[in-house]
């Protein structure tokens, strides 16, 4: 039973209720607790299409709750508590789904270390991931949700997890918090594309989450090869521009893109090197997304024939 | 059935009795388990117990994830720890003393089975009184830094605390306390640290280090928990040490447990020994020879009693869904009792005094 499937009475009862609503997200299950409404109306749209979890184990335990001082009215506040700590500062009680998304993140970045955690998008076609890694600010969030709303698979656009055993991507399609002109950009290259409130004034500036495909989300268990790592960086009025990479250049650049690279030790540096040898390595310059789209379409299908 | 509070405790205590006490566990309880076990520090601790002790278990997948996450982070911070000893060797090579480590680093060098999975966050290390400015200058002429306190902070810890401030080295983050006594100097107890120092060993692998003999290891442990920690939640991993360390030294020497209790004897700490083994038994099932427990040198009646009813309470993990008053008000008496052991009563006040005064001034 997908989010969508349950009325928001329903949604309202079961996260006001002990128990809460737990959520799969990826490889995780979310307990989300918390009585804020605006909140769980946010939620429940940007999330409606993943599963709600009965009987699963838990990973997050999530209580989403105001202050107990006079900010719990005046200029209300929420906090963001998991497991009985509050990691963060209270933030305003309107801003408090871009807090649950900001805590969910360091929530896995501090503990999901069975992956090696890579700051990257990635999408799937043809049964072929490409990895996006890149710096924040380079378009590597616009560049997977533009992917995924031309139909390719959307996996994640900011945490590529590599699974530290194998090496398979798993995938984590939760909605991509688009930043200041992205919002614009992502509006005007697909008018379908469903985006939630926008949320002036925070940490990256203006913020607003676009919906992952339903597609996307429905295949959140199915794992994948990665097949290219591409570094993205967009560049006003650029051409699009493909160059091959030197192996040892992409050891490192994808190396320091992780953000547990250090602590997966001897495994994340096994991951580092599998990718290395068998993807195709590049870096990318752009400007024109339906271009690049096309162009990555036509490498992939090549890739594919040579496998064949 | 037994209600959710309790379970939690027993689940956990469970784990660290036996393992296959879990078998069958439900996939709810397991989640119970691992948010406990978290709180405490303990997952990868606790999956390298199962892994070792009940290595055909079937384990739910989504737990082994958490253990392996654990478990990676432990080998992250331990080869960390270890490159971090190797520097400190290297830079204090022309220096001709012991230097003793203690605690985790301690348990590593030792090749202790448990130290697998056991989290460790510092390196803490022990020298002789007379050669600690000489350390300090030489670490801080490589490169080491002293954490940066107040002028007060700093009279008082090299007036009256075991250890000088912390140091850390600029370019990484693993922090280095260099002790030269076992407790405090205003504390209540005082055990010798030269006795402790002369009888130091080797550690194992060939190491320029020294660790304490097995009886004094167990004896720091036990004075760290039951003299000087504020026994919390955060303390209960050192209790899980005691009962492996105890465990394992007397499997090995069939005369440990005549030494330990000697050794005690020798250096006055018989009441935190009481209290260490008394825990270990009642909540971890210790084999410890009852003869030990009913030594005339225990606490007296009434603090025994309060020990015996509060700690248990304060040590254990609550179930994170239904946290209780009286757990926090257990935790806070047993909080004032570790500053009542640091120092003499008037002591404390006038560090209470300063330590408030400076609050208001940063206000």
């Known amino acids: ?308 | 059935m037994m209600d959710r509070p309790e379970k939690s405790r027993q689940l956990l205590l469970d784990a660290f009795i036996n393992p296959n006490l879990l078998k069958g566990l439900p996939l709810e309880d397991w989640e119970l388990l691992i948010r406990c076990a978290g709180a405490s520090k303990l997952v990868a601790a606790l999956g390298d117990k199962i892994a070792v002790n009940c290595p055909t278990m079937l384990v739910p997948e989504k737990v082994l994830d958490h253990f392996q996450a654990a478990q990676q982070l432990v080998n992250y911070r331990k080869q960390m720890t270890t490159w971090e000893m190797h520097c400190l060797n290297r830079a204090l090579i022309n220096l001709d003393i012991d230097i003793v480590l203690l605690k985790g680093a301690a348990y590593i060098a030792s090749e202790l089975p448990f130290a697998n999975g056991r989290t460790l966050s510092d390196i803490d290390i022990l020298v002789a009184k007379e050669n600690i400015e000489e350390v300090e200058k030489l670490l801080s002429d490589q490169g080491w830094i002293t954490a940066s306190l107040d002028e007060y902070d700093d009279y008082y810890y090299r007036t009256w605390m075991h250890e000088i401030p912390p140091m850390r080295h600029r370019e990484r983050y693993i922090e280095v306390d260099i002790h030269h006594s076992i407790l405090p100097l205003t504390s209540r107890l005082s055990p010798d640290p030269k006795t402790m120092l002369s009888d130091a060993v080797l550690a194992k692998g060939g190491a320029r280090n020294k660790v304490f003999s097995p009886v004094d290891m167990v004896l720091h442990s036990v004075v760290h928990l039951f003299h000087d920690a504020e026994l919390n939640l955060t303390d209960f991993r050192d209790l899980v040490d005691l009962h492996e360390l105890f465990s394992y030294f007397s499997k090995q020497d069939d005369k440990f447990w005549e030494k330990l209790d000697s050794r005690a004897e020798e250096l006055s700490l018989y009441e935190p020994l009481y209290y260490a083994l008394y825990f270990s038994k009642s909540l971890l099932k210790t084999s410890v020879p009852a003869e030990l427990l009913i030594n005339k040198n225990r606490p007296n009646f009434l603090p025994r009693v309060l020990m015996e009813y509060l700690v248990p309470l304060s040590i254990l993990p609550e179930d994170p869904d239904f946290m209780g008053k009286k757990v926090a008000f257990a935790r806070w008496l047993l909080y004032v009792r570790s500053h009542y052991l640091r120092m003499p009563m008037l002591m404390l006040l006038q560090h209470l005094m300063k330590k408030s005064q400076k609050r208001f001034n940063h206000v």
């Open chain 1, 1 to 308: 039973m997908k989010i969508k499937d349950i009325t928001f009475k329903q949604l309202v009862e079961h996260s006001s209720g002990s128990k809460g609503l737990c959520v799969s997200i990826g490889p995780f299950v979310v307990r989300i607790r918390t009585k804020e409404k605006s909140f769980l109306q946010t939620f429940s749209m940007l999330y409606q299409d993943f599963e709600v979890s009965e009987g699963e184990f838990v990973d997050f335990h999530i209580d989403m709750r105001r202050p107990t001082n006079v900010r719990r009215w005046v200029n209300a506040q929420i906090i963001f508590w998991v497991d009985g700590i509050a990691p963060f500062e209270p933030f305003p009680l309107d801003h408090a789904f871009p807090l649950f998304e900001w805590g969910l993140n360091w929530c896995i970045g501090r503990s999901a270390h069975q992956y090696l955690m890579l700051h990257s998008g990635v999408v799937e076609k043809y049964g072929k991931a490409i990895i996006f890694p890149a710096l924040p600010g380079s378009g590597k969030s616009t560049l997977s949700s533009a992917l995924g709303l031309r139909g390719w698979r959307f996996l994640s656009d900011e945490f590529g997890l590599i699974r530290a055993n194998d090496g398979l991507l798993q995938p984590m399609p939760r909605p991509v918090p688009l930043k200041n002109t992205s919002i614009q950009v992502i509006q005007n290259f697909e008018t379908s594309a469903v985006l939630g409130p926008v949320y002036p004034k925070t940490r990256k500036g203006t913020v607003s989450h676009l919906q992952s495909p339903t597609a996307s989300v429905e295949q959140s268990n199915k794992l994948v090869k990665p097949a290219m790592v591409i570094f993205p960086r967009y560049q006003e009025g650029s051409e699009t521009i493909f160059e091959e990479l030197p192996a040892h250049y992409a050891f490192l650049k994808l190396s320091t893109n992780s953000f547990n690279y250090e602590v997966m030790g001897l495994k994340g540096f096994e991951r580092v090197r599998d990718m290395i040898d068998s993807c195709t390595c590049l870096s990318l310059t752009y400007s024109n997304l339906d271009d690049v789209i096309d162009q990555l379409d036509k490498r992939l299908v090549n890739e594919s024939s040579h496998d064949g």
